[in-house]
């Protein structure tokens, strides 16, 4: 599966962005997807997953509070995860990148970044103070 994400850019401080991720080229419903983010000299992180079903999600505690229940989802019709991200703080500058877990099971997720196995571009977000 091919993965294509988009809808970073520059934000102030406390605002909003939503990031998209088009998938083409496999049945997209055989796969959990999952959000992460990569700051400069640092780890890839989780941010947020969400199951094939889009039943079950979950986030970071980092994103907590501030991303709400629905902030991740999916539109298996139209073959697309979405990252709402809200009160967005500095520290969640970074380069946000989407994955693809294969998987038979509907209803989980997964943290790990070693269990996706096809990753998009990435998309750079900057959140200024």
């Known amino acids: 599966v091919q993965l294509q994400a988009s809808g970073g850019g520059l934000v102030q401080a406390g605002g909003s962005l939503r990031l998209s991720c088009a998938a083409s080229?496999?049945?997209?419903?055989?796969?959990?997807m999952g959000w992460f983010r990569q700051a400069p000299g640092k780890e890839r992180e989780f941010v947020a997953a969400?199951?094939?079903?889009?039943?079950?999600?979950?986030?970071?505690t980092s994103v907590k509070g501030r991303f709400t229940i629905s902030s991740i989802s999916r539109d298996n019709a139209k073959d697309t995860v979405y990252l709402q991200m809200n009160s967005m703080k500095p520290e969640d500058t970074a380069v946000y990148y989407c994955?693809?877990?294969?998987?038979?099971?509907?209803?989980?997720?997964?943290?790990?970044?070693?269990?996706?196995?096809?990753w998009g571009q990435g998309t750079l977000v900057t959140v200024s103070s």
């Open positions: 994955g693809a877990a294969r998987t038979s099971s509907r209803g989980d997720v997964y943290y790990s970044a070693t269990r996706y196995g096809y």
């Open positions: 080229g496999r049945t997209f419903s055989d796969y959990a």
């Open positions: 969400i199951s094939r079903n889009g039943i079950s999600l979950d986030y970071a």
